[in-house]
């Protein structure tokens, strides 16, 4: 077998989305009978610029540890990954790790269907709690148990185009869009770049469609930059503070009005605005940057506006776990926390792609700092707005489709915040009555 090829930044950067080896499609070529090296097997969603990258950090690793073969497996983002997850982890038949997002933790538990994390071999690799970000490295534990090795946060940004923003006077001597404070200033940037736009709408965000989650992660920013929370602690009550999420719901509703976001988009069509030059700003997730990079997009990336006071934003983070089994091998759990190492340890290659190393150290390298825009918004690493931690949060959860659901009228204008607002309650209500699938006799 021919040795794969060396990873670069620079290749990366300008790699282009090319089909992913057999590896990489769940067709891994499994280790022959009589071979010496060690099989770990690897379960993840992770697809396009995502997939390409993690498919040569696996390249990679094979370079430099001949001794241990990643058998990576791709399976379907989303519910279908995760069902399938607690079907492997409940029967003790499943892969040695998988990929994880952090605030679904929660809803598929401990015990019968993630083991928790080995704190010994985990520093024998050389990680520590200390190097992480502490509201992440927090937030990988359930009752003081460490679950999940934090590997990134993918936050809320703000994207703008550069010759629009240019025009519209909002860049500063260093050609960096001047940031705003608070919603006055926000709302005269974007009043500004709606002038130089002839009128058009100049913000674009996922506001409408079928399934839409851009509603709840635009509220949940700015709802918890002023400080709000949604539920208790031991996350059996519902804490909205009213006034609070009205405040944010309030605005949203006035960027409609005010012609200063186009409400009609869903998210295809957010990006396609942006990318095409008919936005002067995205509100998104950090991943869309490959893409933007690769079709020549004019533009830039820094943290999302502080509005509220201060500089929390939505996000969610990709993080490792053990799927359960029932008997670990531990020349296998060793290889395994050797290759978690190398990820994390390298985890300003996987930066490319747009997310934030949850490793620290990663964010001091000149590697990664040298890295535009992706190193531009890596301050929020410690204010990302995270999930509450029960069963029926996090990407692609039904609690984001329910908010979004009643948020998006109010953007539009065909329902009051304070409507909007008691849908979302009366969804969340109904959500913590549902029974959990994962209850906690099955996780003991």
Not at 76 to 88: F, V
Not at 147 to 172: S, W
Not at 197 to 217: H, Y
Not at 383 to 398: C, H, I, K, N, T
Request: glycine share 10%.
């Amino acid at each position: 077998m021919h040795g794969p090829p060396d990873i670069t930044r620079r290749h990366l950067l300008g790699g282009s989305l090319a089909l992913l080896g057999a590896a990489a499609t769940g067709c891994a070529i499994p280790v022959g009978f009589g071979s010496s090296q060690t099989r770990v097997r690897y379960w993840h969603f992770l697809g396009a610029s995502d997939g390409i990258i993690m498919n040569k950090m696996v390249q990679a690793f094979a370079k430099d540890t001949p001794d241990v073969f990643v058998e990576e497996n791709v399976l379907a983002w989303g519910e279908p990954y995760y069902t399938k997850i607690a079907m492997a982890g409940s029967g003790g038949r499943s892969p040695d790790l998988a990929t994880f997002h952090l605030a679904r933790l929660a809803g598929i538990g401990a015990g019968r269907i993630l083991d928790p994390i080995n704190v010994k071999l985990l520093e024998e690799v050389g990680l520590k709690a200390a190097d992480f970000s502490p509201p992440i490295w927090e937030r990988a534990h359930l009752d003081g148990v460490l679950y999940a090795i934090p590997f990134d946060a993918h936050p809320m940004v703000l994207y703008y185009n550069t010759d629009i923003c240019r025009k519209a006077g909002l860049l500063g001597p260093d050609g960096k869009l001047v940031p705003t404070k608070g919603v006055d200033e926000l709302f005269a940037q974007l009043t500004k770049a709606k002038d130089a736009m002839g009128g058009k709408p100049p913000l674009a965000f996922d506001a409408l469609g079928l399934g839409t989650v851009g509603p709840w992660r635009v509220w949940q920013t700015l709802y918890a930059q002023s400080g709000g929370t949604l539920l208790s602690d031991d996350g059996t009550r519902i804490t909205i503070d009213d006034a609070r999420a009205l405040e944010a719901l309030r605005l949203m509703r006035r960027l409609g009005q005010e012609g200063l976001c186009d409400w009609r988009t869903d998210y295809g069509a957010s990006v396609a605005n942006f990318t095409n030059g008919q936005a002067a700003f995205l509100w998104n997730g950090d991943w869309e940057t490959t893409g933007l990079k690769e079709r020549k997009t004019p533009f830039s990336m820094t943290r999302f506006p502080n509005v509220f006071g201060t500089g929390a934003a939505q996000a969610d983070c990709h993080s490792f776990v053990l799927p359960h089994q029932r008997n670990r091998d531990p020349e296998v759990e060793r290889a395994t926390y050797r290759f978690i190492a190398y990820l994390v340890k390298n985890s300003a290659d996987w930066a490319v792609a747009g997310h934030v190393p949850a490793y620290l150290p990663a964010l001091e390298e000149p590697e990664y700092l040298a890295l535009q825009p992706q190193s531009e918004y890596r301050s929020v690493i410690t204010e990302v707005a995270l999930d509450p931690q029960v069963w029926f949060a996090g990407s692609a959860s039904r609690m984001w489709i329910e908010f979004g659901e009643a948020f998006s009228p109010i953007i539009g204008g065909t329902r009051t915040p304070e409507e909007g607002l008691a849908a979302a309650k009366a969804a969340l209500s109904r959500l913590l009555a549902a029974p959990n699938p994962f209850p906690d006799e099955e996780r003991a």
